[in-house]
């Protein structure tokens, strides 16, 4: 039993003097999570459990090799010409709103362009030959009530 308890002493004392090594001679700016006081603090008090966490949770990210043989380190973001494109929701993008525009004839060209010689809005407009018509039909009602 002593021989089981001085293994797991020694295996205890092998991850706290690796994870104090790493921590302290890791660069300040690229420890995660905490500054590096409080992880050794952290990794000196909670012997097992702060040296585990240190290499889950607070040890510099690893850099990716990207699939066009690049290496990306994480924190240094992308270079803007090779940023991935997302895609773009259909209201901000300026060819579906050309494309709607295109579909819906003069009335919508007229709107886009911002038709300020004509004082009335869409719905106005549209009142206004509703109107229009009304009076027309009246008109002709009007003749051939004469008429007879």
Not at 88 to 116: K, Q, Y
Request: glycine fraction near 6%; aromatic fraction near 8%.
């Amino acid at each position: 039993m002593f021989r089981l308890y001085s293994l797991f002493v020694l295996l205890d004392l092998a991850l706290l003097v690796a994870a104090l090594i790493d921590c302290l001679s890791a660069d300040e700016f690229a420890i995660r999570a905490l500054p590096r006081v409080v992880w050794v603090f952290l990794i000196l008090l909670f012997s097992p459990i702060g040296a585990i966490v240190w290499f889950v949770a607070g040890r510099p990210a690893r850099p990716v090799r990207l699939s066009n043989g690049q290496v990306w380190r994480p924190g240094s973001g992308f270079p803007e010409s090779e940023r991935p494109r997302r895609p773009v929701a259909p209201d901000d993008d300026p060819d579906f709103l050309r494309g709607l525009t295109r579909s819906r004839g003069e009335d919508a060209d007229r709107r886009s362009r911002g038709a300020d010689n004509d004082p009335r809005s869409p719905g106005e407009d549209r009142l206004g030959r509703w109107e229009d018509d009304l009076r027309r039909r009246e008109e002709e009602l009007r003749r051939r009530s004469e008429e007879q």
